[in-house]
Antibody
Framework: QLQLQESGPGLVKPSETLSLTCTVS??????????WGWIRQPPGKGLEWIGS???????SYNPSLKSRVTISVDTSKSQFSLKLRSVTAADTAVYLC????????????????WGQGTLVTVSS | DIVMTQSPDSLAVSLGERATINCRSS????????????LAWFQQKPGQPPKLLIY???ARESGVPDRFSGSGSGTDFTLTISSLQAEDVAVYFC?????????FGGGTKVEIK
């Protein structure tokens, strides 16, 4: 059974870079047509898709965050990572990783497997 | 962006009774070439990751009890729990995947009355 697990610091200072990693187990991160995404949920608010990547490094980002986000993949470790630069208190959220299929270039399907999520607080 | 609006924000239903959750998209998520609605429903219990319940607006994911059903087309969709069980207490949210910018509803919290 596919499992995804987020890891990283739970506290980040304002203006610094938030860095998280998602480790995939029970399945191959290199599976064709699958993308691996980051989603976040600020306290009391809805979910926001941040961006996704496939095993070859092809990425797609939410335009609202694109200028501050980098998602990368390390297939040798079955991991993909999120970096969010210049964070503010508005970036405080539970960050989740998840898997979805690509239907054609730049378009995707629903998320079918999710990690538990990890709370990241931005505070000095 | 396709904005997804769910209603109500929360509801309390007696055990065995029907729960109905609505999701409206700001533009149609029906794709004419394949005649499918690009909408999914998820369940998230406290301390657990989201779980896929429904995709293509009405297709039930394998292993999901048949008391969960999805309906609707175009811009208006409904998730129905036909007979609420204690284990169904959770937040439910919808997701559209019609657009390249994936968006979610704000969530509906279901509790026992």
């Amino acid at each position: 059974q596919l499992q995804l697990q987020e890891s990283g610091p739970g506290l980040v200072k304002p203006s610094e870079t938030l860095s998280l990693t998602c480790t995939v187990s029970g399945g191959s991160i290199s599976s064709n047509n699958y993308f691996w995404g980051w989603i976040r949920q600020p306290p009391g608010k809805g979910l926001e898709w941040i961006g996704s990547i496939n095993y070859s490094g092809r990425t797609s980002y939410n335009p609202s965050l694109k200028s501050r986000v980098t998602i990368s993949v390390d297939t040798s470790k079955s991991q993909f990572s999120l970096k969010l630069r210049s964070v503010t208190a508005a970036d405080t959220a539970v960050y989740l990783c998840a898997r979805h299929l690509e239907r054609n270039s730049g378009f995707y399907y629903y998320f079918d497997s999710w990690g538990q999520g990890t709370l990241v607080t931005v505070s000095s | 962006d396709i904005v997804m609006t769910q209603s109500p924000d929360s509801l309390a239903v007696s055990l065995g009774e029907r729960a109905t959750i609505n999701c409206r998209s700001s533009q149609s998520v029906f794709y004419s070439p394949d005649k499918k609605n690009y909408l999914a429903w998820f369940q998230q219990k406290p301390g657990q990751p989201p779980k896929l319940l429904i995709y293509w607006a009405s297709a039930r994911e394998s292993g999901v009890p048949d008391r969960f059903s999805g309906s609707g087309s175009g811009t208006d969709f409904t998730l129905t729990i036909s007979s609420l069980q204690a284990e169904d207490v959770a937040v439910y949210f919808c997701q559209q995947y019609y657009s390249s910018l994936l968006t979610f509803g704000g969530g509906t919290k279901v509790e026992i009355k």
